[in-house]
């Protein structure tokens, strides 16, 4: 009897224990897989505004560097009875005014006048030689045709140091009458000599293309996870141009290929050949651009195990605590490895499919499920955990917060848009007015959460040389 009551009480212990001690069981961890190392996200189309700016003062130095000594020769006295000579005699001086270039020559003029009488077939001439200096004024309107900047000049007034005369028997003889008719030839060539000068020294297209050039080189915007970013000129608009703030402004627009990469360099190639000028009457300027955050799954995993510390998972007598999280990608899924301790231990395995809330700022896993080998084995113990509201919280907890990268993503785009200056003369300012989420990409190394950014964009080429 005692043996029987001794083999009974052991019985029940070992029961009581079997009951109190919790299954180890071992489910197997899902490789990692991924479908490619590089994210390539779709290329955005954009607009950008590219107001080419030509200081007054850059005018200026042009037009004295390609308007010097003799500018004009006239050695026929038959006509006019006038041989003249003109030189610059001082440096051009341009300023800006009512929105028109006004333009100061000072000139020193040599002319051999003829004078005298005809009468019965007879002629009496004589000819004097005299010098003349003064200062001719002029006014100019500015255009864009054909990727160089036209002007219309026209004389607003000469003014004379002293008025045109002769001296003929010791007496100041005005020959006005005979100056003006060469002067007036005088006034619409150096009108035209302006705009010729202006035309040829101001053709902007070397500079703009220089410009987009250096501008769409790919840029790697963060070195620890390698994303890239990568523009493609499409279309060139033009609008008319307008001279203030001692400034003409070329409103050029542009239509281009945005990208954004991580891992590798964009693939859009920058095709000077193919950018034509289109003169509109209003420029489109909408930008979308793309916004990496890149978060490594260590720390990744880190925040989201924050959500479950301190948390029991409990269903009756139940429960379970989670210790450790990992995570890894796999097939465009997130991989959650779960270490549970309490009624049921060991590792377990959710997926889900990312995903990103903009108003927390968060990634989350959607249609969240057990990985089919744990699903099976969590079965076998019961489906308490696999089917119960533990499993609905688990799925709640499954989510960290990309706010800091997104911030980061933020400041690099903003030093990019910011006075940047991708080369002396060229620079480029702009703001985002509106981030939406877009795409989750899972890598070897990090997620990536794109998110697609809207602003204006301006790139400013200044200082032609």
Known sequence: MKRNFIFFLGSAILILSSCATSKKIAALKPAASYNTGNV???????????????????????????????????????????????????????????????????????ARVRYGIEKFGLSAYDTRDLGLNGKVKLSTTANLSNWKLNTTTSIDAIEWNESPSILIAGRSVPITYLVNPAISLLKGRLATMIDQTIEQSLDIKPYVISALQEVSKPMEVSTEYHTWFGMQPLELYATKATIANKKITVNLGMKAYLETTVGS??????????????????????????????????????????????????????????????????????????????????????SGIPKYNAETKEVYLDQVDFVLDSKNKLLRAGDWLVHGIIAKKIQDNCKFSIAEQLQDGQKTMATYLSNYQPVPGVKVNGSMTQLAPNKIFLTPNAIVAMIAAKGKVAIAIDGLK
């Open 40 to 110: 390539v996200y779709d290329k955005q189309l954009s607009y950008v505004n590219l107001p080419v700016e030509i200081s007054v003062t850059d005018i200026q130095s042009q037009t004295n560097k390609y308007l010097n000594g003799l500018i004009y020769e006239d050695n026929n006295l038959e006509g006019d009875n006038l041989i003249m000579k003109v030189w610059k005699q001082a440096p051009i001086v341009v300023n800006e005014k009512n929105g028109k270039l006004q333009i100061e020559i000072p000139l020193k003029i040599w």
């Open 265 to 350: 360099q964009p693939t859009l190639k920058f095709d000077a050949n193919k950018l034509q000028l289109m003169a509109v009457d209003k420029m489109p300027s909408e930008f979308s651009a793309n916004i990496a955050g890149v978060v490594k799954y260590a720390n990744a995993s880190e925040l989201m195990q924050k959500n479950f510390a301190g948390q029991k998972f409990e269903s009756g007598s139940r429960s379970v605590t989670i210790n450790k999280i990992d995570l890894w990608g796999k097939d465009d899924k997130l991989v959650v490895q779960a270490t549970m301790a309490g009624s049921v231990n060991g590792d377990f395995y959710l």
